[in-house]
Every structure is written in C-alpha cells, then in structure tokens.
C-alpha cells in the first residue's frame, strides 16, 4: 500500500517558503516519490547493521555545545546567497569538523567549520566493532524537545489504564488505513500502560478539513474515535494547530503516518501490534 504524501501542502506553503525552506523541501519530496511506503515492512522496521551512538554534545540539551562562530559563519553565508534563516545552534558531532544544526522551521542539517557547506542525511562512521549514525542521539534529542514543548491542551491524549510506564507521540491521519489499525488497538495499548499523545499529521490538502475538524470538536476524543471508523467529521470553524503539527513533523522529517515517537524522541516507526509497540517503548 503506498503511502501518501505531504506533497500537496509542501507545495501548497511553498510560495511562503525561503529558498532554502524549499530547496530543503524538495530533496524531502524527491526522498518521498523514491518509495517510502506505509506497510508494516517498511514503516516499522527497526532493524538495521548501523547503530545509534551519543554525539560529542550534551545528550539532554544539543545547544548546551553549541559553537557560536559556526553559527555567525553559517549565518553570514546564508545572507550572503540571499537567504534569511534563524540558526539556532551550531554543535559538534564525531566527524571532525562537521556540527550538527538546528534552525528555525528546517530539518536540522550538517555543515562544515566554516559555515560554507549544507549536507542532509546521515553520516555513518566506519572502523569500530559496528557502523555508527553519529547524528542519532542529537536527531532524538532534537524530537525529545521539541515534542516536549507541544502543549497537551493542542493533543487528543489516550491516557494508559493503571500505571503509565510510557508516552508515546503519534502523528496521525484520519484518513490512513495503518493509522486506524493502530487505533483499533487503543484499548490494549492504553491497558500495556501506554499513554498516545495523538498530533495531527493530514497526508494530503483533502485530510486537512477533516483533521480541523477533529481539533475543533468539542469532544475531541469521540470526534477521533469517530472519524478513525470512517465517519464524515464536521465541526465549526475554530483556531486549532494542526498547522503547526504538520510543520512540527516536517521539522522531525515524518513522511507519512503513523510516525511514532517516543518520550525520549526516539522515533520506532509506524504501525506496530499493541504487544510490539510495548516491546519497542519498553513497557512489558
């Protein structure tokens, strides 16, 4: 089953954008169109010969590292090619001369020492027992704060059943079949002890309606509910967040739904079996 797009509300925004902000955008469509699909496969699949390893940077805080001249250079440079970015931090990685970046409404991204360079993707270094993603922990702890800061009120929360012993973030779509199959599974989710903190990711310019419209319920729950089962939602008109959860998940790289996140911001894939996701989230 393919799995749909952001496509429609990339390019929808993209007049709105920077150059930058579209010319990050459009690699993130060219690495959508490539076959990100949304069966259990290949969205869940955590299996992998590269291991995740804990950057140069403080695990609980990435800016704590943050490189000031990197960020002036960058900066500098970005306005030079006529690009108006905030960068936030600038922070060293495992790669000699290489820092990890955060901005404002970007992906985060590499560069070099002196600014000079953007690079997306993973860096992989090699000669240890395993290959390693040096970037991993700084791309959780990018998420861990960042999904942090999103304010339960702006969430549809199914709390766990006795004692909760994890939360999970979901970025869901009403509208996708992996997502309601998730959500069948609510009972024996919550029941594992696990808490779904739901944020609204529509996958297309035609799910956006239907996920305001769950926003704007006045019970959102059985709103969700509802329309997780197929039901045409309508609600009036309200200011609500689901753009900013859909920029939320461009900025933490979701490509489709579900995208699930745990507190720590590490993200264990889409769907997963109720048993499985406790196994993931560590809640056995």
């Keep these: 089953m393919p799995f749909p797009t952001i496509k429609n509300t990339i390019l929808r925004n993209a007049l709105s954008r920077t150059i930058l902000s579209r010319f990050m955008m459009s690699a993130l469509l060219v690495g959508i169109a490539a076959g990100c699909s949304n069966n259990a496969a290949d969205a869940t699949s955590n299996t992998s010969v590269v291991n995740a390893a804990q950057t140069n940077a403080t695990a609980t805080n990435p800016s704590a590292g943050n490189d000031a001249a990197v960020v002036k250079a960058l900066q500098a440079n970005l306005k030079s090619s006529g690009i108006e970015e905030t960068i936030v931090s600038a922070v060293p990685t495992d790669m000699d001369g290489i820092y990890w970046v955060t901005a404002e409404g970007l992906p985060s991204f590499f560069t070099d020492k002196a600014g000079k360079h953007i690079i997306q993707g993973q860096i992989i270094a090699v000669g240890g027992a395993a290959p390693v993603d040096i970037s991993a922990d700084l791309v959780a702890t990018t ?72 926003w704007c319920s006045q019970d959102r729950k059985a709103a969700m509910d509802q329309a997780k089962i197929g039901a045409n939602i309508q609600a009036p008109s309200c200011a609500n967040p689901v753009q900013e959860h859909m920029a939320l998940g461009s900025r933490l790289g979701v490509r489709g739904t579900p995208a699930v996140f745990t507190e720590t911001g590490q993200q264990v894939g889409g769907y997963l079996p109720a048993a499985e996701l406790a196994q993931a989230v560590g809640a056995n």
């Design 143 to 214: 998420a861990q704060e960042a999904l942090k800061a999103v304010d339960k009120k702006d969430m549809v929360i199914y709390p766990a059943k006795g004692k909760t012993k994890a939360v999970i973030y979901a970025f869901t779509d009403a509208d996708c079949g992996y997502c309601r199959k998730l959500h069948s599974e609510m009972d024996d989710i919550n029941a594992r002890g696990i808490e779904v903190r739901y944020l609204a990711w529509p996958r297309s310019q035609e799910s956006v309606p239907k996920m305001e419209a769950i």
